[in-house]
């Protein structure tokens, strides 16, 4: 706890001042910031550790008085209730982070890392601390994995873990992206390690995307192939963190450009075609499509517009409706630019066959008004024209 000591001159005990002192329901003392951060976790007094049965408090007007008048008398000004890091929580921090980066034991630093992964999962104010407060933490917390090709994978996990709980912090995302150990090491895990590694390393990816300024930096890394990796081979959860983040990294063009160019096409039809993911890597699609409209060459001929058709079909989602015949749409657009008449009219057939078979973008056009409807009216002009 961050506290200001004063002596006072004409005795030899110590006061200590506070900006502001609240009293608990059963007449304990406590500086306001520390309690309310105490009370975020706890269910016990701090002092008496009894279990607090309800949390009502009240400003203890009296000691804010005596302090007061303390402070006029002796010319001292009060310091004022601040928002800076309440280092509530945060004592063993730098022994846990010795423990890791220099062990006695693997056995040690795995516990090590258990402890720091379950402190800074409870204790928001340690995610701060931790990167704010303590030099280096983060390139210490990372070294025994740089150096290492084979880590515990209980250690791994609960490294990772961690680095990805102060990744959510707001105040944490751009130190934690632009430290140079951090994304080549994400990049690693999201392709080898346990299911929850790859699972906290695409969510710490995504947890950094959110931020404007690592944008650039995540997308001229590695980990921009490897969340595409994510998205083509990793499980369900996996796949939903990259998804995010590369829906965050994607409105930015050049990064869109060069997600294309790695495989994202590919990797989300495989997914949509296995029946994994379908509604967010629709979504993904239709917006990629939608920005450059040379990716629906490369959908085509991996034959998507067979699955949009099924999905159209079968579908009782409007938004799973809305984003396949966006993605119809604008394939139905490059269609309509080839230069070839032949190879026009055939891909043409396609779509009408569909639409005599099944009556699919009819039923869209009577749907209730929305982009679907236009859409389904769009493409029902050229290939009955």
Aim: proline share 3%; with cysteine.
């Amino acid at each position: 706890m961050q506290i200001q000591i004063v002596r006072i001159q004409d005795t030899d005990s110590l006061v200590f001042i506070y900006a502001d002192f609240t009293l608990l329901f059963f007449v304990q003392t406590f500086e306001k910031s520390y309690i309310l951060e105490w009370l975020k976790h706890e269910r016990t007094c701090p002092r008496t550790k009894q279990v607090l049965y309800h949390r009502f408090m009240i400003p203890n007007h009296l000691i804010n008085e005596v302090i007061k008048e303390w402070c006029l008398i002796h010319n001292f000004d009060r310091p004022k209730t601040s928002d800076e890091v309440i280092d509530l929580f945060t004592g063993d921090l730098e022994s846990l982070l010795q423990r890791i980066s220099s062990p006695s034991s693997v056995e040690d630093q795995t516990e090590a890392a258990k402890e720091l992964a379950l402190k800074a999962k409870r204790f928001s104010s340690v995610c701060v601390y931790f990167v704010a407060k303590i030099p280096d933490s983060i390139t210490r917390l990372l070294t025994p994995l740089s150096i290492s090709e084979d880590s515990n994978p209980e250690f791994l996990e609960n490294i990772v873990t961690a680095l990805h709980i102060f990744s959510t912090s707001e105040k944490n995302k751009t130190l934690v992206a632009e430290n140079p150990l951090v994304l080549p090491l994400l990049a690693k895990y999201m392709k080898q390690g346990t299911v929850l590694t790859r699972i906290h390393s695409a969510a710490t990816v995504n947890s950094l995307s959110y931020t404007d300024s690592n944008k650039i930096i995540i997308g001229n890394s590695e980990v921009l192939k490897a969340l595409i990796h994510v998205i083509e081979e990793g499980d369900s959860l996996a796949t939903s963190e990259a998804f995010s983040a590369l829906s965050n990294l994607c409105p930015v063009k050049e990064i869109s450009e060069k997600a294309v160019s790695e495989g994202l096409i590919r990797a989300a039809i495989k997914k949509i075609k296995a029946g994994s993911n379908v509604s967010m890597l629709l979504s993904l699609l239709a917006f990629v499509s939608t920005q450059n409209h040379q990716t629906t060459e490369e959908m085509d001929n991996l034959g998507l517009i067979y699955d949009l058709f099924s999905i159209l079909r079968n579908s009782n989602s409007l938004v799973n409706d809305e984003n396949a015949v966006v993605i119809v749409y604008n394939i139905c657009k490059s269609y309509k630019a080839l230069q070839n008449v032949v190879l026009r009219e055939e891909k043409r057939d396609v779509v009408l066959e569909e639409e005599n078979k099944h009556g699919t973008f009819t039923r869209l056009e009577n749907q209730e008004a929305g982009r679907a409807t236009s859409l389904a009216k769009r493409i029902l002009e050229w290939i009955l024209r």
